[in-house]
């Protein structure tokens, strides 16, 4: 019974040891270019197709924080100070 229980914890060791590692090298890339234009888009369809930007108050400086891939000939891209 000894033995059998020592072989447990010895498996458990090592998956938990080969948990931590392969959680140690996962890197997640999530790419969010348009995330808030699509967002005013499903809130207002109006702007679907249309060259939308998402930033500051446009009475003041600001960053365009999204830009939608119809804005891009326009030369518009994201964290573009305006």
Partial sequence: MTQQNDEKLALSALCASLYSILMARCIFHIDLDAFFVSVEQVLNPK????????????ERRCVVSSAYYE???FGIQDLLWS
């Fill in 47 to 58: 702007l679907k197709g249309k060259p939308v930007i998402v930033g500051g108050d446009p």
């Fill in 71 to 73: 804005a891009r000939p």
